[in-house]
């Protein structure tokens, strides 16, 4: 069975890469030590009695996708029973804390862990799911309740229950080889900042801080024979009945200015030489809490294009009368496309949008205008008016030095863009978006099998997995292995994230070679302490970005093993990968921490400019002292570090968090295949046999709108 085969290596890569904690920074996973003064225990917390959840008879299969992961599901697996759903959230559900409403009842269930509020928000939805009329009331707990609540967050809890964990020859090399990355990135790092002194004084919240933002608290009332019955499952010993606090306030639904939002802008720097100005192209705004677990796709469709297709000939013809202009198109399953305003990528000289391009005299009375720069900015505002932001690019022909030195494109050079195809730049290619607002909890893959299974006749070894599969697989051993860090002396450190995390998975094409990366766009999470010692919890989160950057090495490299014997492999860079090669290539370390700093001058000007922007916003970067060779191109990449917090982040020259493989399936006559996966567990089939690299763009978009993902040949 190609399915539970696959889980079975996924299950064992968590647990064996789960020793690169012990490898790298000696923790002991045991109980905590001593907690803060004046804070008892926490084992009166919520969630210390986690069940078994393949043991939950879901009405849904169970999917790497994490489909079955709803309130609807788990309140009918529940049997809509008001209790029985009251002790599921007790027992299952762990307290962390954080401000407002974050995560929502779907992320809150992903995460198996919520504040009073998130928790309240899923309790509320699963009595919902089950026909009960709820109500949130609001009130104050003791400091002492609140106390015991924070310290639950440094509880042991049971391991998840035990599994197949005999790993195959392709899983143990990518644990070794993980291990061995991890072990040396960090020290690298370590060895590094003996050259500074990072005065550690943001390294995370004060015990105090937490319990200051657990006092207000939410629960649940449910309406029963004309009256309301508090559900509040905040402790361990709380019933049916019972409230840990004295409503203040009850209301129908929890007030919108307690919600985390989160706002996505794709835009465009647009320019004809003489002048330049930034057009907004599509935005999509909306409660983090909605965006729990969901992938928003970026796609770009010609100008004239007005809908999906229903077959391949329609989806090649959609491209046929081309204008050189192309829209940004937002997909969210489940609902319908966010269609942006065009932006003018290149100017036709034939046919008839070169006739009305020539009539409006571009290119010889007037300068043609074009986009010359296109990303994604995401802004992320908390209910404390606390906003921050990320900017992704999708394409820029300007480039980092050029933007950073204020120098713009000249008339000439945007002419000569202007007629030149650059669609290549935006049509084959897609950015899928998957948010998460909690850590993805392990639990919910125990008995979880292939949404479905290749078609018969498809080649052997062509058992596809969906860009989705390859970040939720990415996040599940990210959180896993990260949860809880510790030291001989049991000092322990949580991570768990208090705002929306963004992973970036990318497919692409150039020519017939495909492009799979990942982009670890936004990967902040809280470093919870019951330690005073501040260093411990700066080289804990230094720990965490070597971890995340290194493992995505590890996900992307298993994924591309997997691929048929048909393919052409070529990996791309990464940070940890690139530091090895520097390794090989006896290139030494450099600590750069003033942007003032000069870099060997065979490091190209955009990295030049992207490491010292990065200097420039308070952290330091470690790199090689010049560029490596990889794959005959000069490359570089660095290491970048907060001297306050140790939260540290692997950068590439391209401005990217992210490994990447490209391949190709060449039939050997100039063809190749598109293989797709139907959501709807209809199986997995090609979409097309034998077509030419120019239909790739058409069959992406259209068999995205028509419900379907692209996976290649995976």
Not at 198 to 219: I, M, R, S
Not at 276 to 282: D, H, I, N, P, Q
Not at 302 to 331: C, Y
Not at 388 to 395: E, N, P, S, T, Y
């Amino acid at each position: 069975m190609i399915a539970r085969r696959r889980i079975t290596i996924a299950a064992a890569l968590v647990v064996a890469a789960a020793l690169v904690l012990v490898g790298c920074a000696s923790p002991q996973a045991g109980a905590p030590g001593p907690p803060p003064a004046g804070a008892p225990l926490g084992a009166r917390g919520p969630g210390m009695k986690p069940m078994n959840l393949a043991d939950l008879p879901l009405p849904v299969p169970r999917t790497f996708e994490l489909t079955h992961v709803t309130p609807a599901a788990f309140a009918q697996a529940l049997g809509k029973d008001v209790t029985r759903i009251f002790e599921f959230v007790r027992d299952n559900i762990a307290f962390e804390a954080y401000s407002g409403v974050l995560r929502g009842p779907r992320g809150t269930l992903l995460a198996m862990a919520g504040n009073s509020a998130d928790r309240a928000t899923l309790l509320a939805a699963l009595l919902t799911e089950s026909g009960y009329q709820v109500r949130f009331a609001k009130g104050t707990l003791s400091r002492r309740d609140a106390q015991e609540l924070v310290s639950s967050i440094w509880a042991p809890l049971p391991r998840l229950p035990g599994q197949n964990k005999t790993a195959t020859d392709v899983a143990k090399t990518a644990v070794q080889a993980f291990v061995r990355s991890g072990k040396r990135e960090f020290g690298r790092i370590q060895d590094a900042l003996k050259q500074a002194t990072p005065d550690a004084t943001q390294v995370g919240p004060a015990f105090d801080t937490l319990v200051a933002e657990t006092l207000t608290h939410y629960w649940v009332q449910v309406a029963k024979d004309g009256g309301w019955i508090d559900l509040d499952p905040s402790f361990a010993d709380s019933a049916v009945g019972g409230a840990h606090a004295t409503a203040d306030e009850t209301m129908e639904t929890l007030p919108a200015n307690l919600y985390h939002r989160v706002t996505l802008r794709v835009v465009a720097d647009v320019s004809d030489g003489t002048s330049a100005r930034t057009e907004e192209l599509v935005t999509y705004s909306a409660n983090a809490a909605d965006l729990s677990g969901v992938d928003i796709v970026l796609v770009h469709v010609p100008e004239n294009w007005t809908g999906p297709v229903r077959n391949i000939q329609g989806a090649l013809s959609s491209a046929m009368s081309d204008t050189g202009r192309f829209k940004p198109v937002l997909l969210r399953a489940g609902a319908a496309p966010i269609i942006g305003a065009p932006l003018t990528m290149e100017v036709q000289t034939s046919g008839a949008p070169g006739v009305i391009n020539i009539l409006k005299g571009q290119g010889t009375r007037h300068a043609a205008e074009i986009a010359v720069a296109e990303r994604i900015e995401f802004t992320f505002d908390s209910p404390d008016r606390r906003r921050d932001g990320a900017v992704r690019d999708v394409f820029d022909s300007l480039g980092a030095a050029r933007r950073a030195a204020g120098r713009a494109l000249t008339p000439e050079e945007v002419s000569a863009l202007a007629t030149t195809s650059r669609r290549d730049l935006v049509t084959p290619r897609f950015l899928s978006i998957f948010i998460t607002t909690g850590r993805l909890d392990a639990a919910h893959l125990v008995g979880a099998s292939a949404a479905s299974s290749p078609a018969q006749g498809a080649r052997p070894g062509a058992s596809p997995m969906p860009l989705r599969r390859l970040a939720v697989t990415y996040q599940v051993m990210s959180d896993m292995l990260l949860a809880r860090l510790g030291s001989p002396d049991k000092a322990i450190v949580s991570f768990y994230p208090v705002s929306p995390r963004v992973f970036i998975a990318e497919f692409s094409a150039q020519g017939k070679r495909f492009r799979l990366a990942v982009d670890l766009r936004r990967d902040r999470a809280r470093a919870v302490a019951r330690s005073a010692d501040a260093q411990f919890v700066f080289r804990a989160n230094v720990m965490r970005g070597v971890v995340d950057g290194t493992l995505e090495r590890m996900v992307i490299d298993y994924v591309a093993a997997q691929i048929p014997g048909t393919v052409d492999l070529k990996t791309g860079l990464n940070t940890s990968q690139l530091f090895q090669i520097a390794d090989d290539q006896r290139v030494s370390d450099v600590l750069v921490t003033s942007d003032q700093a000069r870099l060997d001058p065979a490091v190209s000007q955009d990295a030049v400019s992207r490491l010292l922007d990065d200097i420039r916003n308070g952290n330091y970067a470690v790199a090689p002292q010049r560029p490596v060779r990889v794959n005959d191109e000069s490359r570089y990449a660095w290491w970048s570090v907060n001297p306050h917090s140790g939260e540290t982040i692997a950068v590439a020259d391209d401005g990217l968090h992210q490994a990447g493989t490209e391949y190709v399936v060449d039939n050997g006559d100039g063809t190749f295949d598109v293989w797709v996966e139907a959501e709807s567990g209809q199986g997995a089939f090609p979409v097309a046999e034998g077509i030419g690299i120019d239909a790739l763009a058409d069959l992406v978009f259209e068999a995205l709108l028509e419900g379907i993902e692209v996976l290649g040949p995976l």
